[in-house]
């Protein structure tokens, strides 16, 4: 029993059990104010926000506070691995694979998005006056003015990762490198010290979490968009399972055994709704579970920004999903395009506000046969379908590392099993900065 009541995944199921029965039932309280409006600052690169709800408040202020600790864990990371690897021409070609893996297993996830809706067929049959929509007008003038440019400088996730390359190689060339190691190597195992003391709050963050979504958007808002819901859940776990657990396979990796090394994270991006929750954390399990540290450090905060595997996936059904709804036959070219386009504007999905509804609608302005003004049907759901999204790139994302970290032969196999065997290791204990070379 005491094994029990220590163990996060309880604690984070039991949040989310009473976050959504607080906001199906008492969603006054859930949405209760405590402040006028919400509070939006930027603390080293990342936005932190604190929500003007009660709800709001738990959620968000949690998110926020993990968030701080993202571009830190990124650039002591990446530094570190580099400088340990001490080979450049490597470091090179691991990026490289990976944005060949990224944008390859993208586009089977937009295929296998379009493939299966227009299988099913989710949109036939919504009569669009009983579904609530919303105003898109922000989504759509965002769409007009999205830049790479833009998408560059509001994305200090990759602004980090391009200093700490740089940084790290330059210091590579340095004739006393191991003490810049000894320098870093105890700053990186504070701030992991201290991430994990932030992680024993999840619990709050995904109670609040799911109190807001279900008491502002209700449990009955899914009725009229079941089937789409259903739809795009289903094909997610189709891709998890089919796809990821084959990309899995071909290394001899159990995808049901890292599964369940990460369930403390999984339940934590389901409960808030958001990989970024989670991401240090992830970082940190790759690493422990014998990835090298270069590769978690490239890969990892890369994939957050090309690796979006769910998102793609929702973007592709969402499209095919309005043009069934409006009756929008889209014959093989058009379907292509719309491929097309979200192979390059699902890339920037993690680089802007609203980022699922501004990309959907720069991709609806560009091929011209569905209407725009459709997105206002996906507002009410789109809150619920978004963990769906968030567990799926977060999963996605973790595949890739170990399977660029195999490909590059920098995976410790043994280390993997200990690891598995041993999923609430003590997460202070020494590691290596760099594993060994084992497959």
């Known amino acids: 029993m005491k094994k029990i009541f220590t163990n996060l995944t309880f604690w984070v199921l039991t949040a989310i059990s009473l ?18 409006a919400p509070i939006k600052t930027r603390f080293l690169g990342q936005e932190f926000e604190i929500g003007a709800t009660f709800s709001e408040f738990l959620g968000k202020t949690f998110i926020s506070i ?43 996830a937009l295929i296998i998005g379009v493939a299966v809706a227009n299988i099913i067929r989710p949109g036939d049959g919504v009569v669009t006056n009983q579904v609530k929509g919303g105003d898109i007008s922000k989504y759509t003038q965002a769409s007009a003015e999205f830049s790479w440019w833009q998408f560059f400088m509001d ?5 980090v990762l391009v200093i700490a390359i740089l940084f790290g190689t330059f210091m590579s ?12 190597n105890p700053i990186s195992k504070k701030v992991f010290w201290a991430l994990h003391k932030v992680m024993l709050l999840a619990p709050i963050g995904a109670f609040g979490g799911m109190a807001f979504t279900i008491g ?10 079941a089937k789409l819901m259903i739809t795009v859940y289903t094909t997610m776990a189709l891709f998890i399972f089919v796809v990821l657990w084959y990309i899995m396979r071909s290394y001899r990796v159990s995808l049901w055994n890292f599964l369940k090394y990460i369930r403390d994270e999984l339940l934590i991006v389901l409960g808030t709704s958001s990989s970024e929750a989670a991401l240090p954390s992830l970082m940190e399990k790759l690493e422990r579970m014998g990835c090298s540290k270069p590769v978690v450090g490239l890969v990892v905060p890369a994939g957050y920004s090309f690796n979006l595997d769910g998102t793609t996936i929702y973007l592709s059904m969402a499209a095919i999903f309005l043009a069934q709804v409006y009756n929008v036959h889209l014959d093989i070219t058009q379907i292509l395009t719309i491929i097309g386009i979200l192979m390059v504007t699902s890339k920037g999905a993690a680089g802007v506000t609203g980022s699922g509804f501004i990309v959907l609608a720069s991709t609806l302005t560009a091929i011209k046969v569905i209407p725009v003004e459709g ?10 379908m978004s963990e769906a999204r968030a567990i799926t790139n977060f999963i996605g994302n973790g595949v890739a590392t170990i399977w660029l970290a195999n490909n590059e032969k920098e995976f410790d196999r043994r280390q993997m099993e200990i690891a598995f065997n041993n999923p609430i290791a003590n997460p202070s204990a020494e590691k290596p900065v760099l594993s060994e070379s084992k497959t």
Do not use: C
């Open 19 to 36: 976050g959504v029965i607080l906001g199906h039932f008492y969603p006054e309280w859930a949405l209760a104010k405590i402040m006028e």
């Open 66 to 108: 993990v968030k701080v600790f993202i571009n830190p864990i990124i650039f002591l990371t990446i530094t570190l691995g580099i400088i340990s690897m001490g080979n450049l021409k490597k470091v090179g070609k691991v990026g490289a694979k990976a944005l060949l893996y990224f944008e390859v297993v993208t586009t089977i």
């Open 155 to 159: 994305n200090s996730t990759l602004q």
């Open 173 to 184: 060339n340095y004739s006393s490198r191991q003490q810049i190691i000894d320098f870093l």
């Open 216 to 225: 502002k958007y209700g449990i009955k808002t899914l009725l009229p968009l």
């Open 375 to 384: 997105l206002a049907l996906l507002l009410g759901v789109d809150r619920f």
